[in-house]
């Protein structure tokens, strides 16, 4: 506990090093502000002077730094203090602290790079570890890929999806998944309802051209796991897989437990 304060006083002091050097200014917004509607239930504080009348603990600055935008303060930033009454989860409390940044006249590119940057900053100063060029992967895609937009990526099953891997625009969605020998296919239909069926890569090559006439050469390198020998696939139309996505990958990688040991989020 001792060795984590004193690393996050360190973070801390790197952040508004590196914010300071980047022209942004720091900002306190207030703490106590007005109930208004955002993702959670507010936390209330009943006022002493104003009879049945509450402040609330601000879940962001949200309103605050756009004020501050619309009034000449182009690069804001802030380590703030959140608050949201609701249920506790892993990667939730409370009250939480974040860094919140804000600024005027940019694109998503800008604020994408910035977030980058500070973050190889700071591994390097608190850890001298070089992190290398963050990988950029669209927000569909990622969904589809993987089910969730924050996926864990040391999970090596993937979902493909014929209409993205070969640009046909004649046919409904064909879902495939690369998977290894030992996973019972009655069972995975049972659990999703989904109503896989399994074809050997080969075969699902062969029924390609013969519909469609399209080019594959090296396709077949995609569809194949490099962390298993196995040629078969797992299809289906159904388009409930999209719902499904990330607890399927999860349940196949439970079954093989192999993890891709090139992604390392230390």
Known sequence: MYDNIIIKSNII???NKFMKINNFINIE?????????EGARNFLVPSRIYKNK???LSQSPQLFK???MISGFKKYYQISKCFRDEDLRSDRQPEFTQI???SSFIDKEYIIKISEKLIKYIYKKINNIKLKKFKVITYKKCINKYGTEKPDLRNIIEINNIIDDFSINTINNIYFINIP?????NDLNKIFNINFKIINIYDFIIFIKKQYNKCIKNKIKKFKNIYFNSE????TDNNNILNNILNIRNYINKIINIKNDT????
Do not use: G
Request: charged share 10%; glycine share 0%; net charge negative.
């Open 263 to 266: 992604i390392n989020p230390i």
């Open 54 to 56: 509450f402040y609330a």
């Open 232 to 235: 078969l696939l797992l299809i």
């Open 181 to 185: 020998l030992n996973i019972n296919l």
């Open 13 to 15: 002091y790197e952040i």
């Open 29 to 37: 917004t207030p703490i106590l502000s007005k109930n208004i509607l």
């Open 66 to 68: 756009q004020i501050l």
């Open 100 to 102: 919140d940044i804000e």
